[in-house]
Nanobody, 118 residues
Framework: QVQLVESGGGLVQDGGSLRLSCAFSGRTFSSYVVGWFRQAPGKLREFLVSISRDDNIIPADVVKGRFTISRDSARNTVTLQMNSLKPEDTAVYHC????????????WGQGTQVTVSS
């Protein structure tokens, strides 16, 4: 069973930065793709970006040029560096994992709140 734990959320001003971390455990890290999602109140969950074991990165348009994902295989951690944050980035941010070659995100973290004030 995969466990995912997010950390690093908080309150930041418009234009600020935050770094989120996702700690992965329970299975072989290299066998999974890890992604970041977010969900704002009253909105659907939104895919942001994913990274595979060979650092193949797939970003959504909304994060291009602002958010950077990285993977540390020694620590089984995936980091999301978020810059130039805007109030509309306010949401609960979740990391998720799916097996390499799989099509569904089977495992989810509990989420971390990010609030961007104007």
């Amino acid at each position: 069973q995969v466990q995912l734990v997010e950390s690093g959320g908080g309150l930041v001003q418009d234009g600020g930065s935050l770094r989120l971390s996702c700690a992965f455990s329970g299975r072989t890290f290299s066998s999974y793709v890890v992604g970041w999602f977010r969900q704002a109140p009253g909105k659907l969950r939104e895919f942001l970006v994913s990274i595979s074991r060979d650092d193949n990165i797939i970003p959504a348009d909304v994060v291009k040029g602002r958010f950077t994902i990285s993977r540390d295989s020694a620590r089984n951690t995936v980091t999301l560096q978020m810059n130039s944050l805007k109030p509309e980035d306010t949401a609960v941010y979740h990391c998720a994992a799916r097996p390499v070659g799989g099509t569904t995100w089977d495992y989810w973290g509990q989420g971390t709140q990010v609030t961007v004030s104007s």
